[in-house]
């Protein structure tokens, strides 16, 4: 079963709302910017009142690498998260988020160079002046990705704060980059730093964890989404993140990235058989929720 679709569309609601059901759609993602809250206000409600009728929850989703605190940083993002919960305070309870995803990715993208793609951590100098915004390349990866979790961090206090649920989606190379995961030191809850992979700290800040695990053979799909399964289904019930795989129909990405550029895969149907696959393979982990679809206008233009 597809268990969550993000939407970045609102012009298709009639399609949504009656196809979700065929698709097994039972959460949205609903693409948020930061400042929408307010002058869509009317529009957000009337959305979200009408998938509360179908059953579908409606996750606010936002990210953007420049949320990075080697960029624009994460003040703007932040603000969303607060005009998030004052939305959610203002309109009645079926109008209002389950929750929001942060879709904020750690490598390198348009004028951001600080995370060195291509690079495993062990081959990043340690040589003073080889950063570009920390003193080496290695202290450039290490704080970037501390910063990271620390936005992570503080927007799930803001969330869990006022009875939201928050969960991020993340790349599936965090446990195999250039054949390394990739470890950060990371204050835990007791105090102290400790080092391990990112992915790992992460765990324990979210309430759902999707692996961005894009890919059109559905064997790889699960190998991708493994190890991050099996870690969150030994942590401690009360504590435990759902973690989702995903799959992408989006045209224009890639051949054998997605299903909407693979030739024999561009199909609903295809779709829907290779998710049942992928559900199978993962089924064994407790802490496995399904499959997201990115994204619903483009899951209602394929063939069928």
Wanted: glycine share 10%; with cysteine; charged share 20%.
């Amino acid at each position: 079963m597809v268990n969550a679709v993000r939407s970045h569309q609102h012009t298709e609601t009639d399609q949504l709302f009656t196809g979700a059901p065929d698709a097994g759609v039972t959460q949205l993602y609903l693409y948020t910017p930061p400042d929408c809250y307010i002058p869509q206000r009317p529009q957000l409600q009337t959305f979200i009142s009408r998938a509360t009728t179908s059953g579908l929850h409606v996750w606010a989703l936002d990210g953007d690498r420049a949320y990075f605190v080697d960029a624009a940083g994460p003040t703007t993002f932040y603000r969303g998260i607060d005009n998030l919960i004052a939305y959610n305070a203002a309109v009645a309870p079926h109008e209002q988020f389950s929750g929001f995803q942060a879709d904020n990715e750690p490598q390198d993208h348009a004028d951001y160079r600080t995370f060195h793609n291509g690079i495993p951590d062990t081959n990043l100098s340690h040589t003073p002046g080889s950063g570009l915004w920390q003193p080496t390349q290695a202290q450039d990866r290490e704080m970037l990705l501390r910063s990271g979790l620390s936005i992570h961090q503080k927007a799930s206090q803001l969330l869990h704060a006022h009875g939201l649920r928050f969960g991020a989606a993340m790349p599936w190379w965090t446990e195999a980059y250039e054949g390394e995961e990739l470890g950060v030191r990371f204050p835990e809850h007791g105090g102290g730093m400790r080092r391990q992979s990112v992915m790992k700290h992460m765990m324990g800040l979210v309430d759902e964890y999707v692996v961005m695990s894009y890919y059109t053979d559905p064997a790889e799909a699960v190998r991708r989404v493994e190890v991050q399964a099996a870690f969150a289904s030994g942590m401690a019930g009360v504590g435990r993140p759902r973690v989702c795989a995903a799959v992408e129909v989006t045209p224009g990405v890639g051949r054998r990235v997605s299903y909407g550029d693979t030739e024999g895969k561009n199909s609903r149907a295809v779709v829907l058989r290779d998710v049942g696959v992928i559900e199978e393979g993962l089924s064994r982990y407790a802490a496995f929720g399904g499959v997201a679809v990115h994204h619903w206008s483009a899951w209602q233009s394929m063939p069928d």
